[in-house]
């Protein structure tokens, strides 16, 4: 399958135009004062660049406030100077709040720099009006929108912000040996600057990107950076010891009482665009709890990754879900190759798991990524996975990304897993087809798992285990926009799923006959569908409706508020009876003053008997305080309960970022109420050193 989609891959024309903006660095001998005032010198001495042009809320026509890009630099840093006008700067707002959180829709900035200038990744650079800073890696040319880029890189730069009585104005600088780039004599990068601002309500950018490329991640449409000369990446070597003491009880490792530990990271560029991880008993006692979630299917739930030597790069070994990080439960070492060489993308993890505290050999994990670039923006890879131990398993498979145009993509993916059952029968197979626009985005997909593939030991792919599946679906939705009452899209659809398994008579299937989305331009927005569905469990058939709701303020007020509402005919596979769910969930988030952030959520669930009574009542509740003294220090409380299951975690976490290498102190305090309780105090500094 995979084998006979190249032969199209290789004929696929280029089908991106490159943009035809240019700007030009100015190479300076005075490094200027980062302070967010453009008043140095050198400034006026690098010509600037305007002409942004928006997204929203026209798209198409000039920014109604324009923006000022000022470029210089010296042996050892790119400085970004930005200038934002403004006709009314009295409404430019921003918060402080945590690097990497969510800025928009806010008054901000962000480049993108494209310095491979291979029109496919990027370093992406966001800051808001208060200087607070975000960034990511984009990948495989944004890949339609957020999907497309790493949100776990965080590099060494430096940015501030000035708002001042015509707008507001920034400047970053960039370490050159923060980013990685080819050793030339010149260099010509891609660049690309997004502005979001309040006044207008307007979203643009410098390089125009349509609504369809899905914003500034389109790195292929991005504008040029010309003139840097002798310039190095530097040798990209990050040395990142830590050491901890703290009291308590953390378990199965230790009993009640003083403890202390060191660990080492390491991140070495092996190549240009090649990077060595390691990591040597790494701690993750400052990372917050996973938030608790009401599981009413008959599969576990999937766990968000938060560690960060797993995080970045994450997204090259997620292919197929065949390797979930998380299995790696508790890992005491680790290794890890990312990178790029030429057309060809490799990942490499190698790592080993305590041992439980039943004993015995701890398993090893290992995964193999490799991927090439075949034609415009599509690829083919091949994916390995393995676990030893007695509960050994290993998977491979191999996957197709077609690009046929700007807006249509096939996925193919194919997989076969080995472990101590049967190598028969053990293969899946998928594929994919995305039409990604603002007007009319519709999909179609299907699937094939045969009965003993099974990865539950490396990967997460859920399904019912010694039993083939076969599935399809397909989505359509029709956009538009109305130029009344503030509304900035609607969006109203239908989907289509349909299963058979192996044990059972006959297809299921689940039908939302209507999918309504409104988005207004103050970014509130809400939703409503209604679903039809039938069911095939054990010999029978069940039949049932859903209907579902919701509404969120969005982002651009003192407060977000959230809910959501179900109404659902359910099958209770624990106690084996089709009944009713009632199923509401809300989410609060409040700034009750300059640096100080509320944030609190509750889900609850009413199952019924057929008969109308009341099965049981399941219910969680999370409570979040930030307090941002500064941009670089905070303190945060973290409580959630959940009723129905009896537990309790609480976390309490004091972090401070200090010194140009954004090394870090923490005091964290985590406890954990089950059937007994945990608890530890810690105190846990980490030091970087950048060469």
């Given at each position: 399958?995979?084998?006979?989609?190249?032969?199209?891959?290789?004929?696929?024309?280029?089908?991106e135009?490159?943009?035809?903006?240019?700007?030009?660095?100015?190479?300076t001998?005075?490094?200027?004062?980062?302070?967010?005032?453009?008043?140095?010198?050198?400034?006026?001495?690098?010509?600037?660049?305007?002409?942004?042009?928006?997204?929203?809320?026209?798209?198409?026509?000039?920014?109604?406030?324009?923006?000022?890009?000022?470029?210089?630099?010296?042996?050892?840093?790119?400085?970004?100077?930005?200038?934002?006008?403004?006709?009314?700067?009295?409404?430019?707002?921003g918060?402080?709040?945590?690097?990497?959180?969510?800025?928009?829709?806010?008054?901000?900035?962000?480049?993108?720099?494209?310095?491979?200038?291979?029109?496919?990744?990027a370093?992406?650079?966001?800051?808001?009006?208060?200087?607070?800073?975000?960034?990511?890696?984009?990948?495989?040319?944004?890949?339609?929108?957020?999907?497309g880029?790493?949100?776990?890189?965080?590099?060494?730069?430096?940015?501030?912000?000035?708002?001042?009585?015509?707008?507001?104005?920034?400047?970053?600088?960039?370490?050159?040996?923060?980013?990685?780039?080819?050793?030339?004599?010149?260099?010509?990068?891609?660049?690309n600057?997004?502005?979001?601002?309040?006044?207008?309500?307007?979203?643009?950018?410098?390089?125009?990107?349509?609504?369809?490329?899905?914003?500034?991640?389109?790195?292929s449409?991005?504008?040029?950076?010309?003139?840097?000369?002798?310039?190095?990446?530097?040798?990209?070597?990050?040395?990142?010891?830590?050491?901890?003491?703290?009291?308590?009880?953390?378990?199965?490792?230790?009993?009640?009482?003083?403890?202390?530990?060191?660990?080492?990271?390491?991140?070495?560029?092996?190549?240009?665009?090649l990077?060595?991880?390691?990591?040597?008993?790494?701690?993750?006692?400052?990372i917050?709890?996973?938030?608790n979630?009401?599981?009413?299917?008959?599969?576990?739930?999937?766990?968000?990754?938060?560690?960060?030597?797993?995080?970045?790069?994450?997204?090259?070994?997620?292919a197929?879900?065949?390797?979930?990080?998380?299995?790696?439960?508790d890992?005491?070492?680790?290794?890890k190759?990312?990178?790029?060489?030429?057309?060809n993308?490799?990942?490499?993890?190698?790592?080993?798991?305590?041992?439980?505290?039943?004993?015995?050999?701890?398993?090893?994990?290992?995964?193999?990524?490799?991927?090439?670039?075949?034609?415009?923006?599509?690829?083919?890879?091949?994916?390995?996975?393995?676990?030893?131990?007695?509960?050994?398993?290993?998977?491979?498979?191999?996957?197709?990304?077609?690009?046929?145009?700007?807006?249509?993509?096939?996925?193919?993916?194919?997989?076969?897993?080995?472990?101590?059952?049967?190598?028969?029968?053990?293969?899946?197979?998928?594929?994919?087809?995305?039409?990604?626009s603002?007007?009319?985005?519709?999909?179609?997909?299907?699937?094939?798992i045969?009965?003993?593939?099974?990865?539950?030991?490396?990967?997460?792919?859920?399904?019912?285990?010694?039993?083939?599946?076969?599935?399809?679906?397909?989505?359509?939705?029709?956009?538009?926009?109305?130029?009344?009452?503030?509304?900035?899209n609607?969006?109203?659809?239908?989907?289509?799923?349909?299963?058979r398994?192996?044990?059972?008579?006959?297809?299921?299937?689940?039908?939302?006959?209507?999918?309504?989305?409104?988005?207004?331009?103050?970014?509130?927005?809400?939703?409503?569908?209604?679903?039809?569905?039938?069911?095939?469990?054990?010999?029978?058939?069940?039949?049932?409706?859903?209907?579902?709701?919701?509404?969120?303020?969005?982002?651009?007020?003192?407060?977000?508020?959230?809910?959501?509402?179900?109404?659902?005919?359910?099958?209770?596979?624990?106690?084996?009876?089709?009944?009713?769910i009632?199923?509401?969930?809300?989410?609060?988030?409040?700034?009750?003053?300059?640096?100080?952030?509320?944030?609190?959520?509750?889900?609850?669930?009413?199952?019924?008997?057929?008969s109308?009574?009341?099965?049981?009542?399941?219910?969680?509740?999370?409570?979040?305080?930030?307090?941002?003294?500064?941009?670089?220090?905070?303190?945060?409380?973290?409580f959630?309960?959940?009723?129905?299951?009896?537990?309790?975690?609480?976390?309490?976490?004091?972090?401070?970022?200090?010194?140009?290498?954004?090394?870090?102190?923490y005091?964290?305090?985590?406890?954990?109420?089950?059937?007994?309780?945990?608890?530890?105090?810690?105190?846990?500094?980490?030091?970087?050193?950048?060469?």
């Amino acid at each position: 399958m995979i084998g006979a989609a190249l032969v199209v891959a290789s004929s696929v024309p280029a089908h991106e135009k490159p943009s035809e903006k240019e700007v030009w660095a100015f190479r300076t001998n005075l490094r200027p004062t980062i302070d967010g005032i453009l008043d140095d010198a050198d400034w006026k001495r690098a010509t600037p660049a305007t002409g942004f042009i928006l997204i929203e809320p026209k798209e198409g026509v000039p920014a109604t406030n324009q923006t000022f890009i000022h470029v210089l630099y010296d042996a050892d840093y790119l400085y970004i100077g930005l200038n934002m006008m403004d006709a009314e700067p009295k409404n430019i707002k921003g918060r402080i709040m945590q690097r990497d959180g969510t800025f928009s829709p806010l008054d901000l900035v962000g480049l993108v720099l494209d310095t491979y200038h291979d029109h496919q990744s990027a370093y992406g650079f966001y800051i808001n009006a208060y200087g607070v800073q975000n960034d990511f890696r984009v990948e495989n040319d944004g890949s339609g929108g957020w999907g497309g880029i790493d949100q776990s890189w965080d590099g060494i730069w430096q940015a501030e912000t000035h708002i001042h009585d015509q707008g507001w104005s920034a400047e970053i600088a960039i370490p050159f040996k923060t980013l990685r780039f080819p050793e030339l004599d010149q260099h010509t990068w891609g660049i690309n600057v997004q502005r979001i601002e309040r006044t207008y309500t307007e979203n643009s950018n410098w390089a125009f990107i349509s609504r369809d490329d899905r914003y500034l991640l389109k790195v292929s449409k991005a504008g040029h950076l010309h003139g840097l000369e002798d310039i190095k990446p530097g040798l990209h070597l990050e040395v990142l010891p830590y050491a901890t003491g703290g009291y308590g009880n953390v378990g199965s490792r230790s009993t009640e009482g003083w403890s202390s530990d060191f660990g080492l990271d390491l991140k070495y560029s092996i190549a240009s665009n090649l990077t060595l991880d390691t990591t040597f008993n790494p701690d993750f006692a400052h990372i917050e709890a996973d938030e608790n979630q009401i599981n009413l299917t008959r599969f576990e739930l999937f766990l968000e990754e938060k560690r960060p030597f797993f995080l970045e790069g994450q997204r090259l070994f997620t292919a197929m879900d065949l390797f979930y990080s998380r299995r790696i439960s508790d890992p005491d070492a680790g290794a890890k190759i990312t990178g790029k060489i030429g057309k060809n993308s490799i990942g490499m993890i190698a790592a080993r798991n305590r041992p439980s505290d039943g004993g015995g050999d701890p398993p090893h994990f290992g995964v193999l990524r490799l991927k090439r670039d075949v034609g415009v923006n599509s690829s083919i890879g091949a994916l390995a996975v393995g676990k030893d131990g007695p509960l050994g398993q290993q998977a491979v498979g191999s996957d197709l990304v077609l690009s046929l145009n700007d807006n249509d993509k096939l996925f193919l993916n194919s997989a076969m897993s080995f472990g101590t059952d049967t190598d028969q029968d053990n293969k899946m197979y998928s594929g994919r087809f995305r039409h990604n626009s603002d007007r009319f985005p519709y999909g179609v997909w299907g699937s094939w798992i045969e009965p003993k593939f099974n990865v539950d030991q490396i990967g997460f792919i859920p399904h019912d285990a010694d039993v083939g599946e076969r599935e399809f679906g397909l989505y359509g939705s029709y956009g538009w926009r109305p130029d009344f009452l503030g509304i900035r899209n609607i969006y109203l659809g239908q989907d289509l799923v349909a299963e058979r398994r192996t044990n059972e008579e006959g297809w299921e299937w689940q039908w939302s006959n209507i999918d309504l989305y409104v988005r207004r331009l103050d970014d509130s927005r809400a939703w409503f569908s209604h679903e039809n569905w039938q069911l095939r469990w054990q010999q029978k058939k069940y039949n049932g409706d859903s209907f579902y709701a919701g509404f969120d303020t969005g982002n651009g007020r003192k407060y977000r508020l959230r809910l959501t509402g179900q109404l659902r005919d359910q099958y209770d596979f624990a106690d084996e009876y089709l009944g009713d769910i009632r199923r509401v969930s809300g989410t609060l988030r409040f700034d009750l003053w300059e640096g100080f952030f509320l944030d609190s959520s509750t889900e609850s669930v009413w199952e019924y008997f057929p008969s109308g009574a009341l099965d049981e009542v399941k219910r969680t509740m999370l409570l979040r305080t930030t307090y941002f003294l500064h941009r670089d220090l905070f303190i945060r409380s973290f409580f959630q309960r959940s009723f129905h299951r009896d537990t309790v975690d609480l976390n309490l976490l004091f972090s401070y970022t200090f010194g140009p290498n954004n090394s870090r102190f923490y005091i964290a305090y985590n406890e954990h109420r089950a059937d007994t309780t945990e608890r530890i105090l810690l105190t846990k500094l980490s030091y970087r050193f950048n060469f």
